[in-house]
């Protein structure tokens, strides 16, 4: 699992411990850093526990709202990303959980009987924690436990998170014997061929791709290709994936890893100015300045745009094609 590099307040608490299959981040996003973040699609396992605040969180094509102490249970290879939280910041924890720190390798009875038959069950690929079910309420309190103790880096932290991680796969695994299927195959369809497109987007994303390579990757005419993914992303592909560019470009950027023109020209930029014209559009301010607010080095209020404000009224003008703006991807 990769670094999150949007979002200032961002730590990793497993960094100091020598844990390996488990990964415990702590996150308190400002309402506007929320939403710049592209999907993540990783091959572990996700939970979420939030500890103040709320916030949207986008599962492949569907939405949920996370509250205070509720939480999410995201399976491997489902698209994810967090979205609009209201009012204030949202500050949560997250660990990232590898099959086999639960199992007992490929073989094991563990792995077989508890562990694979849920990782890779389609229509189980996330599920929301709330405190009024017996098994969910245990495991956020599990999951809250991991995550302070993974922050106090206590003796015997390795044990503990080990300790407590196998309670959670237990009542999860009790969560997933007793749901009966739900989901229809024309949605479990649905998420895969997102999640298909996602990754293509994902892969190729420093390649000058055009619509017509993105539609036949998917086996769809361009005109559906636009409008599968703008009904189930909000954002036309174009969008995403300059979104999804920027995003990926931010380390180089706050470790000054080149130079802005060298930056811009690995993530897929014809050059600096069309880089500083899009990070301006994407995240609401130049590329210095979130660097250096970013490294604490500018003391003024969060510069990124709010995400979905302007939303609204540029849906109701026609969106003019500027020159910069490669016409393959229009």
């Known amino acids: 699992m990769s670094r999150f590099f949007v979002g200032r307040e961002v730590r990793k608490l497993t960094d100091n411990h020598e844990i390996s299959g488990i990964q415990v981040w702590h996150l308190n996003l400002k309402e506007k850093e929320l939403g710049h973040m592209a999907c993540r699609i990783e091959d572990t396992m996700q939970f979420i526990y939030i500890c103040r605040g709320n916030m949207v969180c986008q599962l492949n ?10 939480g999410l249970f995201i399976n491997r290879r489902t698209a994810y990303r967090f979205l609009d939280g209201g009012k204030g910041s949202c500050e949560f924890f997250l660990i990232s959980v590898e099959a086999d720190y639960i199992g007992d390798g490929e073989e094991g009875i563990i792995t077989g ?4 038959p849920l990782m890779e069950c389609v229509d189980f690929s996330s599920l929301k924690l709330e405190r009024r079910a017996e098994n969910q309420d245990a495991i956020l309190e599990y999951v809250k436990r991991a995550g302070n103790i993974a922050d106090s880096g206590s003796m015997c932290c390795e044990l503990e998170l080990k300790s407590l991680m196998f309670q959670v796969w237990s009542k999860l695994y009790a969560e997933f014997s007793s749901l009966s299927p739900s989901c229809k195959k024309s949605v479990l369809h649905e998420a895969e061929k997102l999640v298909n497109m ?3 987007l994902h892969e190729h994303y420093r390649d000058k791709i055009t619509l017509g390579e993105m539609a036949e990757n998917s086996g769809v005419s361009s005109g559906e290709y636009c409008r599968f993914f703008k009904k ?9 994936l300059q979104a999804y560019r920027i995003e990926q470009s931010l380390p180089e950027l706050l470790e000054k890893s080149g130079s802005i023109t060298q930056i811009a020209l690995r993530h897929g930029f014809t050059g600096s100015s069309y880089y500083a014209e899009t990070f301006k559009k994407e995240m609401g301010c130049a590329p210095g300045d979130y660097r250096k607010w970013c490294l604490g080095e500018l003391d003024v209020d969060c510069p990124l745009k709010l995400k979905g404000a302007d939303e609204s009224a ?3 003008q026609p969106v003019k094609r500027q020159e910069s703006m490669p016409a393959h991807l229009l």
Do not use: A, H, I, W
């Open 113 to 116: 009987k508890y562990v694979r």
């Open 61 to 70: 094509q569907d939405r949920t709202r996370l509250r205070s102490g509720e």
């Open 232 to 240: 189930r992303m909000n954002q036309t592909p174009f969008e995403y």
């Open 198 to 200: 996602l990754e293509f």
């Open 314 to 316: 540029s849906q109701k």
